[in-house]
C-alpha cells in the first residue's frame, strides 16, 4: 500500500481512454462505455469425455460441466481499442482501467467474489517473454480475490487466434494446457479469467484442464465478440 501511494505520486493513476489524471477510468469515459455493457450471466453444458475425447449426453457422462460463463461488454469500438492497446501496444497500466470497471460493477464484483480463486489463461513462456506481461494477471491480482499461476500452464506455442477460423481454432487448442500442483486448487470453486472470447474453444479446452481438479468452474471475459 504504501509502495503503491508512493508510485502513485511519480506516475499518477490516469483515465485509459482520455488520459485525464485522477482515475483509472473517469466518469464522462465511463459514461461512454456503459452502452458496451451486456452483463451476460449463463450457464453452459460443458461435456466431456475423457476416454473417448467425443462428445456424449450430458446424463450419461459423470465428467461433464455445467458452466457459469459471465461477459462483461461487447467487444466493440472503445472496449475493442482498449484490449487491442492493452495486449499489443506495451500498455500495461491499462489493467488498472479495467479492473476499476469490473470492481464498479456491482452485479459481475458480487458474482466473482463468491469463488475462492482466480486462475487468468495462462501464456506460453516464450509469449510471456515477448510480451513482458500476461494481461488476464496483472487484471486478476488487482481484484481481491486469491489468484493462483502455477497450476494451469500452456505446454505450446501457437500463432494467435485472432488470425484463424473457428475450425482451426479447436484443432490449434487441443490439448495444449495441462495442470500442475493440483493440491492447491483440488474442489476448489475456481473462476477463469480472459480478456477476449470468440469462439469458446481456448475457455473450453482450460474448463476441460481444470475438471481434472474440481468440478467447480466459472468463467469470465472481458469482452464477448457478439459476431461469433
Given at each position: 500500500?504504501?509502495?503503491?501511494k508512493?508510485?502513485?505520486?511519480?506516475?499518477?493513476?490516469?483515465?485509459?481512454?482520455?488520459?485525464?489524471i485522477?482515475l483509472p477510468?473517469?466518469?464522462?469515459?465511463?459514461?461512454?462505455?456503459?452502452?458496451?455493457?451486456?452483463?451476460?450471466?449463463?450457464?453452459?453444458?460443458?461435456?466431456?469425455?475423457?476416454?473417448?475425447?467425443?462428445?456424449?449426453?450430458?446424463?450419461?457422462?459423470?465428467?461433464?460441466?455445467?458452466?457459469?460463463?459471465?461477459f462483461?461488454?461487447?467487444?466493440?469500438d472503445?472496449?475493442?481499442?482498449?484490449?487491442?492497446?492493452?495486449?499489443f501496444?506495451?500498455?500495461?497500466?491499462?489493467?488498472?482501467?479495467?479492473?476499476?470497471?469490473?470492481?464498479?460493477?456491482?452485479?459481475?464484483?458480487s458474482?466473482?467474489?463468491?469463488?475462492?480463486?482466480?486462475?487468468?489463461?495462462?501464456?506460453?513462456?516464450?509469449?510471456?517473454?515477448?510480451?513482458?506481461?500476461?494481461?488476464?494477471?496483472?487484471?486478476a491480482?488487482?481484484?481481491?480475490?486469491?489468484?493462483?499461476?502455477?497450476c494451469l500452464?500452456?505446454?505450446?506455442?501457437?500463432k494467435?487466434?485472432?488470425?484463424?477460423t473457428?475450425?482451426?481454432?479447436?484443432?490449434?487448442i487441443k490439448?495444449?494446457?495441462?495442470?500442475?500442483?493440483?493440491?492447491?486448487?483440488?474442489?476448489?470453486?475456481?473462476?477463469l479469467?480472459?480478456?477476449?472470447?470468440?469462439?469458446?474453444?481456448?475457455?473450453?479446452?482450460?474448463?476441460?484442464?481444470?475438471?481434472?481438479?474440481?468440478?467447480?468452474?466459472?468463467f469470465?471475459?472481458?469482452?464477448?465478440?457478439?459476431?461469433?
Amino acid at each position: 500500500m504504501i509502495l503503491e501511494k508512493a508510485l502513485n505520486l511519480f506516475f499518477p493513476i490516469k483515465c485509459g481512454v482520455c488520459g485525464k489524471i485522477g482515475l483509472p477510468i473517469c466518469k464522462e469515459c465511463e459514461e461512454k462505455i456503459k452502452p458496451f455493457e451486456i452483463n451476460l450471466v449463463e450457464k453452459d453444458d460443458i461435456l466431456f469425455n475423457y476416454m473417448s475425447e467425443k462428445k456424449i449426453s450430458y446424463k450419461d457422462n459423470k465428467a461433464n460441466l455445467r458452466v457459469q460463463k459471465i461477459f462483461i461488454y461487447k467487444y466493440q469500438d472503445i472496449i475493442r481499442n482498449l484490449l487491442i492497446n492493452y495486449k499489443f501496444m506495451d500498455s500495461s497500466y491499462l489493467s488498472k482501467s479495467f479492473a476499476y470497471l469490473i470492481k464498479n460493477n456491482k452485479k459481475i464484483y458480487s458474482i466473482l467474489k463468491s469463488y475462492d480463486i482466480i486462475i487468468p489463461v495462462p501464456l506460453h513462456k516464450k509469449r510471456m517473454n515477448e510480451r513482458g506481461y500476461n494481461q488476464t494477471e496483472l487484471i486478476a491480482r488487482k481484484l481481491e480475490i486469491p489468484v493462483e499461476t502455477n497450476c494451469l500452464v500452456k505446454t505450446k506455442n501457437i500463432k494467435p487466434q485472432s488470425t484463424k477460423t473457428a475450425k482451426e481454432r479447436q484443432i490449434d487448442i487441443k490439448n495444449i494446457f495441462a495442470i500442475q500442483n493440483v493440491d492447491k486448487i483440488k474442489n476448489k470453486k475456481l473462476l477463469l479469467l480472459d480478456d477476449i472470447y470468440t469462439t469458446g474453444s481456448t475457455a473450453n479446452e482450460c474448463i476441460k484442464t481444470l475438471s481434472k481438479a474440481t468440478n467447480k468452474i466459472g468463467f469470465i471475459a472481458l469482452a464477448k465478440d457478439v459476431y461469433n
